[in-house]
């Protein structure tokens, strides 16, 4: 099994696969997602990473995880995040069960497909009304962003979400 991000794959999903397995934040639970495609091939190929139907599943297999001592990360679209709101709101918030969220942000720029428009607009404030801590991916420094957070799962017991905009990976419309 590869530890090592693919010469492939895009920098940025290169140094996000590279931090999370420092960081040790798996298993890996997502769903298929475009712009989070090449960080999930990575996975796929050197982590232990499994695919999901339903992102409110992929929550509830983290929790269980997390509950047994590890932190466990979910990979998903924002609208899948939609999905997954009462799962969240009554099972991983008010547990203080440690989950990371990577969730990317179809909807915004420049991904302007008016199907995705709705989930663009409403995920921060979603979050925000959920209490839920959060913040946007920094593939420049993501090892120490990804450190801060993995302190924040394993010594605060709480979850968080990094948001990934559309372009970060190498996404285009």
Not at 49 to 72: I, K, Q
């Amino acid at each position: 099994m590869p530890t090592s991000a693919d010469a492939s794959a895009p920098a940025a999903a290169g140094a996000a696969f590279e931090a999370l397995l420092a960081q040790d934040l798996g298993p890996y639970f997502g769903t298929p997602c475009g712009i989070l495609s090449p960080l999930l091939g990575l996975l796929e190929a050197g982590a232990d990473y499994r695919v999901v139907a339903r992102e409110d599943n992929a929550v509830g297999l983290a929790a269980g995880v997390a509950l047994s001592g590890r932190p466990a990360t979910v990979l998903m679209q924002n609208s899948g995040f939609g999905q997954c709101v009462n799962a969240l709101a009554s099972l991983v918030l008010p547990y203080q069960i440690p989950i990371l969220l990577i969730v990317s942000m179809r909807g915004t720029a420049p991904d302007t497909t008016t199907e995705n428009l709705g989930m663009g607009r409403l995920t921060e404030p979603i979050l925000r009304g959920l209490g839920l801590e959060h913040e946007y991916l920094a593939t420049s420094d993501v090892a120490e962003q990804l450190a801060r957070v993995a302190k924040v799962l394993r010594t605060e017991r709480r979850p968080y979400a990094l948001l990934v905009r559309p372009d970060e990976f190498g996404w285009s419309a």
